[in-house]
């Protein structure tokens, strides 16, 4: 648990004029955050974690903490194979609470975000590695900023090489 004063955070808002652009404000806010995390091995190369954030935001001259969010959850998972040569992951995350005003300057909240996201990671070697992920794996379509539609269901996929 904790709490912060921020001097001039920097909170964002759509631009009336131009709905697609942001306009930067500067206020003093006070917050309290309550955190947990929590990781652990579940079963033999089975490792399981979480956290999750809850925020409260007092603005001192602004109506409400512009786009940040009251709540967030993430949880993850990870199983390593084949002498841990490979690696499968699961991640879900969520958020919610998030602030913003319309075209009609009325309040309004975007309403719960989740995100699903799997991955798979195989260490050839020592020095050479493919991953592929597969993000937004359910294809939400969510905006986490007010009139910025998130990316649908995509995945990248490519190597790694270290030296």
Known sequence: VGYKQYKNLGLYLNDTTDYRRFNVLYDDVNSVNIHGS???????????GGTID????????????????????NVNAAYKMLDD??????????AGGITYLDESNNELNTGALFDLNLGATYQVSD?????LDLNNVTNQKFQRWNNYPNFGFNMMAGFTLKF
Do not use: C, Q, R
Request: overall charge positive; cysteine-free; charged content about 20%.
């Open 38 to 48: 929590i990781k652990f091995t579940a079963v033999k190369n089975l490792e399981v």
């Open 54 to 73: 809850v925020n409260t935001y007092a603005p001192d001259s602004l109506a409400a903490a512009w786009h940040l969010p009251n709540l967030e959850m």
């Open 85 to 94: 040569k490979l690696t499968l992951k699961g991640e879900l995350y969520s």
């Open 127 to 131: 020095k050479f590695g493919v991953f």
